[in-house]
């Protein structure tokens, strides 16, 4: 990515005036001094945060250029990635269920900004960008959706089983709302072992209405666990709206007496603003619930069309409003803090990336037949079965 | 089932007139041999247990009673003398106090050991198995739930996969039903879907089984059920020395194991050794050796077994009885030993017939070992019927020690 600034003619020179405040330096390097630019910029957030039980964080949110363009770069990868596993899935090259993420990457991409790889972080089965946030490759994902062995989970998860252990990604998981005790589990684990780590446990609109989470919410607050849980709400469970399946939407009050926040979850830095907000308040305080008001483009799975529950009006619209990597791209451009070839070279480059992992992830050879039954027990007092 | 059900009515009508008023089960008379030793590989000692399971009296202390109930459950040591208790080794303890030893130990042994479940904090455990520990470790090792077993069923499967070893108790284990979806999704098959990231070194268990009239929501059998499920072990203690020892195994072990423990075995007493030891989780224990009939039986219905045992052997028999332990997998090593010696087998089981672990086990004996078979395998199950009130009608539910003693006799004609 070495462009000359000097070189680039796609600006109007009223922009340039930033110029003069950058190193002298630039002008003569070939690299962008830009996307390493931490200088501070203050964004505010789309619209303002709504609090149950608790204070809301400022609307003014701290963010540099670099992050900006990690935003851009890796939602628009994840984007990319899901829109290439569509295509896939069409093909007949991925099976089964396939849930994707495009619309809601801001979520994935905003928490990763505001924690660390020794947070924990848990999610159902839409979770293929959160498993990249984390630090999953390309190959792994493809690998993996396709069932080839250096799939993530060795090509026997699938979709819905994306784990990463070593940076705390604990998956993936297909049964709605299962996750979130496991969550608690871990909050409870990392208050155990004195981590100063907080988890969050992801859920979307339809998981919010079981039973398990209010019982898990409720231990987490009586035992003081850092556990945050995080709605993503994306207003329709499979084919069923929000107001038909919650008597109270508000999901960010539901947790009674724990403080919940309402955040718009298309604002990668409103999403960020809220989960360091959520992290310092588990630590100290306990649980929280944290609303993601978001969108999901795709239906529910690749076997939902997504247009017999909303009209089309409502996508488009949702798309040209709130797309989550549209905005960061004009607050890039407004902040002149890079130019729209270079944008628009990014995005070039993040398709040949997709491209390439998907190539070689269909070299990936499918698992050995002995596979099977590997990892049903681990060795040592326990048994590797064989077939009997 | 006819022909023994109408067994058990008249045995139990030729029982009642001889049972001591306080059992409403009808006592079954047994006669000791106390001279008869056997060999056996492991260490043992000398039990004594009533067949209801109230408790009980160890053999060499001040001699028989009179209308005692003494069975030897566990086999002894050719070579040890019936010298008096307090020059023998090992401390004598009662079945849920050697449960709480191994849950003691292991959370001495390891800091990452927790406990936790309904009541068995403050309250010391509705069976006392966790009786002491939360003032000995404190809040955040020994947890009093509220009563939400799909969530700290789930948690406890959450924190073992970071590494904790949490013990997840079930008030009883009917109530694990609700977080069954756990069990079977999370707890069963994350290291297998994870491809092998996460090891969930989780211990589930609590008291299951037909009690004292318990009614039928809470005398269920969930052996069954879980018996499916892939990924996890399944373990049924019935003395208090493998109760010990399974306890601490399943502890140490990187896989998730559930300890089925029952209801009416918490008092039986035993003398264990005061050394450390654990009982392999996958190893079946050799009750009785004998000639004849192979018994295969789990938790409870061990006594049932031992108990017509010592009416076979009077009728000339040699049973041999095997306590399985392991429900899951099956030690088929010892199985099929004992198979290719007696080529006869019965099952004793109190799950109910439909599905159940005699099920499964006569599946994998007519797998592995049909041409050692004289005979097809008997299966003695508990009745598919939900466990009723009504004391006359409970014990019908579950199989007798007549009902095994004929079922034996069948098979051996």
């Not at chain 2, 609590?206 to 005398?219: K, M, N």
Request: aromatic share 8%; glycine share 8%; charged share 20%.
């Amino acid at each position: 990515m070495a462009l000359s600034r000097l070189a680039s003619s796609s600006s109007s020179s009223s922009s340039r005036s930033a110029d003069l405040l950058k190193p002298l330096c630039s002008a003569i390097s070939l690299r962008r001094p830009i996307s390493t630019d931490t200088t501070p910029i203050t964004v505010e957030t789309s619209v303002p945060f709504t609090s149950h039980q608790c204070d809301t964080p400022s609307r003014s949110v701290q963010t540099n250029a670099k992050e900006l363009l990690t935003f851009f770069r890796d939602m628009a990868l994840m984007r990319r990635m899901e829109i290439a596993a569509d295509s896939l899935y069409k093909a007949k090259l991925i099976r089964g269920f396939c849930h994707l993420y495009d619309g809601q990457e801001a979520v994935a991409v905003g928490m990763e900004a505001a924690i660390t790889k020794k947070d924990c972080i848990i999610t159902a089965y839409r979770d293929h960008c959160t498993f990249v946030a984390r630090g999953g490759t390309l190959l792994e994902v493809f690998a993996e959706l396709m069932g080839r062995q250096a799939g993530c989970s060795r090509g026997k998860g699938g979709s819905m089983h994306f784990y990463k252990k070593d940076s705390n990604f604990y998956g993936g998981h297909g049964i709605v709302g299962a996750q979130v005790p496991l969550g608690c589990g871990l909050a409870f684990a990392q208050k155990y072992s004195k981590d100063e780590a907080v988890t969050f446990a992801l859920y979307g609109d339809g998981a919010a209405n079981q039973g398990q989470l209010f019982e898990a919410l409720n231990i987490s607050a009586l035992w003081d666990l850092p556990a945050i849980l995080v709605c993503e709400n994306n207003h329709y469970g499979m084919g069923t709206a929000e107001w038909r399946a919650s008597k109270s939407p508000a999901y960010y009050k539901r947790g009674d007496y724990a403080p919940g926040l309402k955040v718009d979850g298309m604002d990668a830095l409103a999403v960020k603003q809220a989960c360091t907000f959520a992290k310092e308040h588990a630590l100290k305080n306990g649980p929280i619930i944290l609303e993601m008001d978001t969108y999901r483009y795709h239906g529910h799975s690749m076997s939902d069309p997504g247009s017999t529950y909303r009209t089309r009006d409502e996508i488009t619209g949702v798309r040209q409003e709130r797309d989550p990597v549209e905005r960061i791209r004009k607050l890039i451009l407004s902040h002149d803090l890079a130019t729209e070839k270079e944008l628009k070279d990014i995005e070039k480059e993040i398709r040949k990336e997709v491209d390439d992992a998907i190539a070689q992830a269909k070299e990936n050879p499918l698992p050995e037949s002995s596979e099977l039954f590997t990892n049903v027990y681990a060795k040592g007092l326990g048994v590797e079965m064989s077939f009997h | 089932m006819a022909a023994t059900f109408h067994g058990v009515r008249a045995t139990v009508a030729a029982l009642s007139s001889s049972s001591s008023p306080s059992n409403s089960f009808g006592c079954k008379r047994l006669i000791s041999s106390p001279s008869r030793s056997f060999s056996v590989r492991k260490r043992a000692s000398f039990t004594v247990v009533r067949s209801d399971g109230s408790v009980n009296f160890d053999l060499n202390s001040k001699g028989r009673r009179a209308q005692q109930l003494i069975a030897n459950a566990v086999a002894t040591k050719a070579d040890s003398s019936p010298a008096s208790s307090s020059s023998k080794p090992g401390h004598e303890l009662l079945l849920f106090e050697a449960l709480r030893e191994g849950l003691e130990e292991e959370m001495e042994r390891d800091p990452r050991v927790c406990v936790m479940g309904e009541d068995i904090g403050h309250y010391g455990g509705s069976y006392k198995v966790t009786k002491g520990l939360a003032t000995k470790f404190g809040d955040l090792r020994v947890l009093d739930t509220p009563i939400a077993e799909n969530s700290f069923t789930g948690m406890g499967i959450g924190a073992a996969m970071t590494g904790l070893r949490p013990v997840v108790e079930g008030m009883n284990m009917g109530f694990l039903l609700l977080a069954f979806n756990q069990i079977s999704n999370n707890c069963g098959m994350l290291h297998y879907t994870s491809g092998g990231q996460f090891t969930i070194p989780i211990v589930i268990r609590g008291p299951g089984g037909v009690g004292r009239q318990l009614g039928a929501e809470h005398s269920q059998r969930l052996e069954s059920y879980l018996q499916s499920i892939p990924g996890i072990q399944m373990v049924a203690c019935s003395t208090p020395y493998n109760a010990k020892g399974l306890m601490k195994a399943a502890i140490r072990s990187e896989n998730p194991v559930i300890l089925l423990e029952h209801v009416l075995l918490y008092n039986l007493k035993e003398r264990i050794p005061d050394e450390d030891y654990i009982c392999n989780l996958e190893e079946a224990e050799m009750v009785r050796p004998g000639e004849h009939v192979t018994i295969l039986t789990y938790s409870r219905m061990r006594y049932h077994v031992m108990q017509a045992a010592k009416t076979l052997v009077n009728k000339g028999y040699d049973p041999e009885v095997i306590d399985i332990r392991s429900l899951k997998p099956f030690d088929l090593y010892t199985i099929g030993n004992s198979v290719k010696k007696t080529h006869r087998v019965l099952i004793v089981e109190e799950c109910m017939r439909t599905g159940g672990i005699g099920a499964s086990l006569t599946a994998a004996i007519t797998e592995n070992f049909n041409d050692y078979l004289d005979a097809p395998i008997m299966c003695l199950s508990s009745q598919d019927v939900p466990t009723p009130y009504a004391g006359t009608l409970e014990e019908w539910t579950i199989v007798q020690p007549a009902q095994i003693v004929t079922a034996v006799e069948q098979l051996c004609q």
